[in-house]
């Protein structure tokens, strides 16, 4: 029993045809009526069939003839619209898929896809119908350019067969070259139908054919048997070839987000593809690089001849060599990587090319015995490596050993140089008796004193470790020094004092109010008077409170534009000058200008000691350019939204910030929240919205770190660990050998040990966040007098409030603040300090700090309880 065919118009008036399965033949004439309108001769032997519809597809499910002749019935469809389609019948020859194997890659490549472009139907395209079916390809006929082009643009089909037996029709070579002219044919075999040639003819060239964009062609045989054979050679060839190319895009994918820096030579060492891991640790941009001989590259010193050799000889006899290995970056640093070098063998045994992956030598605390093992391991019998904690400092400043060279300095007042000879002399007998310091003094002094057994020293350090404390030195009497005693206690204590009860002070709130000053209006061009104070910035003399004057107590915005314009801030960021800007003056908003000390004057005051710290040159080094972004950031938000009142208050008072943060470092994790809360809350004031996420939440986290370093509580132990891992090794080194180039290679060192990095940077910000006693004497002075009416102000309210009293001293009727400022230099700014200059070479400030404790010591002496002496009050 027969059925007539299925006919579905899509909306867009494409006609879909389907034989029933009982039909016995892909050539059929169809009339269907629908209403009025009858659709008759959809298949027609005929070429004027211009009221066909554009689009229509037949879809065949017989079996072709297997033997005898064929009958002109049997034929194919002629089509006039795009396509007439056959797919894979369950008697065809191939199986709907197939199993490629790649590399370690197994593939599924789904049937091959045809297209046959024939302007009339005869002997020939049925012979490649009948193939297709035959392999189980999927066939589709277009008998228009027009047809073949949308056609293809929609299946882009692997095989194309282009009739060129006739130019009547269609130009062959055009349809070719306008699907040549699409991305998707980069994958498409396209072959082209030639006629036959007599004995008499010349063969014509295949040249025109090429230049047109075929890939093969193919001589006029209607055999099903030769179009067969020409369709499956080309499958097994150029089809599965292109399919395994087509696979190297999800490998390229891979490599390309792959975190470790990955490149490709070929077998003469001519680079041909790094991937963006590469280039950022390199700093190189890919079209820098590719086409590039290796030896083209700048190579560091530190790479010996040997090395190089030995490299070259294990790879090129195509085994894999994997160690450590110095490496150059584009900005002139010295780099120690990882590095494994496989060589990819070719056909006949030959190396064809070599791939590298590189990653950073000692990444973190879990690697390093990797790291130590791998060093040994490639670099034995090198001296030239170190434990993380070695470095080649020798000949750091040759200017500073040379004492007899300084200028001399009044009597009273020690050289610059003499105070930097001495203060290196300081650096194994600093006066910070913290409890992991006598551990380390006694442990040393068994084993290099026999008299004391090791049972004795053992005892020792078991009573030290009994402390939960490490770090924090232990006070004398409150009678000895009282200054001392109520300073230290109000800035590292987390506050909770007793009351004359047994119960915390937690009953009253602190109410911290976050009402926003007005933000600034954009500014378009900075005043004169504001320009000509900023052209003085780079030097440590540099007033701010002159530039707080002048901008209105706006100072952070100005200098802030300023200082991050010089650093490179916002193409690191890849944030524009007014997204910057919006960002300073909303971080500046949320300072609050009635606060004596702890306004946005400080945290300008911060960025610029910051960002001269980072001019110097041994800082410099040691840092990358992410560190120089997260210290400059980090110190423009280290105190936003300070309420005038220490960490101890808000946990007396059982503020909301000491609920929320568990009395823990309550204000230095409160700057850090809200930065980045008022940052991502805003598009136009995120100026970290254009880096990708590793790099951010890198930046981020070097930025937490620092600003939580300024909490006191951990002060002796981050000054520790800097005069333990940083002064200590460059000064023996510096003491043991004097070599020429060594404090280069120092710093360059530096950059491998992240953990260095941190001690440095949180150092840093330490030191600029109370650099006061290192200004000149009148910008130290103002600080003092800014900070002293801050905490009187603390105590006034803490007597009204009934809270403890966290500062005593700090009483504005009996306070001596020459005696406050004394006892904080010498309790945390002078070993802190001498361990900073002994680093990063700053005699300016040092002198300034001498002569400011010099003003401080003439005011007690005359028992002055104020700034300055009652005559220069007056005067």
Known sequence: MGCAPSIHVSQSGVIYCRDSDESNSPHQTTTISQGAST?????????????IPAVLAYQSRQQPPCSGPRRRESRAPRCCGIEAETQTSSSSLKASATEVQIGPMRLTQDPVQVLLIFAKEDNQSDGFWWACDRAGYRCNIARTPESALECFLDKHQEIIVIDHRNSRYFDAEDICRSIRATKPSEHTVILAVVPRTSADQEETSVLPLLNAGFDRQFMENSSITACYNELIQIEHGEVRSQFKLRACNAVFTALEHCQEAIEITSEDHIIQYVNPAFEQMMGYHKGELIGKELTELPKSDKNRADLSDSINACIKKGKEWQGVYYARRKSGDSIQQHVKITPVIGQGGKIRHF?????????????????KSHRDENYSGDNSQSESHSFKCKNRRKDSIDVKSTTSQSSDAPSVQTRRYSSMARIHSMTIEAPITKVINIINAAQENSPITVAEALDRVLEILRTTELYSPQLGTKDEDPHTSDLVGGLMTDGLRRLSGNEYACSKNLNLSHSHLSVPNTINDVPPCIAQLLDNEESWDFNIFELEAVTNKRPLVYLGLKVFGRFGVPEFLNCSEATLRAWLQVIEANYHSSNAYHNSTHAADVLHATAFFLGKERVKGSLDHLDEVAALIAATIHDVDHPGRTNSFLCNAGSELAVLYNDTAVLESHHTALAFQLTAKDSK?????????????????????????TEMTKHFEHVNKFVNSINKPMASEETGSHNEGSDCECTANMKNFPDNQTLIKRMMIKCADVANPCRPLELCIEWAGRISEEYFAQTDEEKRQGLPVVMPVFDRNTCSIPKSQISFIDYFITDMFDAWDAFAHLPVLMQHLANNYKHWKMLDELKCKSLRLPSENNN
């Open 355 to 371: 791939v590298s992956l590189k990653r950073l030598r000692c990444t973190n605390e879990n690697n390093k015995q990797l790291c």
């Open 685 to 709: 004031c995120n100026i970290f919205k254009n880096i990708d996420r590793n790099r951010y939440r890198t930046l981020r986290q070097a930025i937490i770190d620092m600003v939580l370093a």
């Open 39 to 51: 659709l008759h001769g959809l298949f027609v032997k005929s070429d004027a069939a211009d009221s």
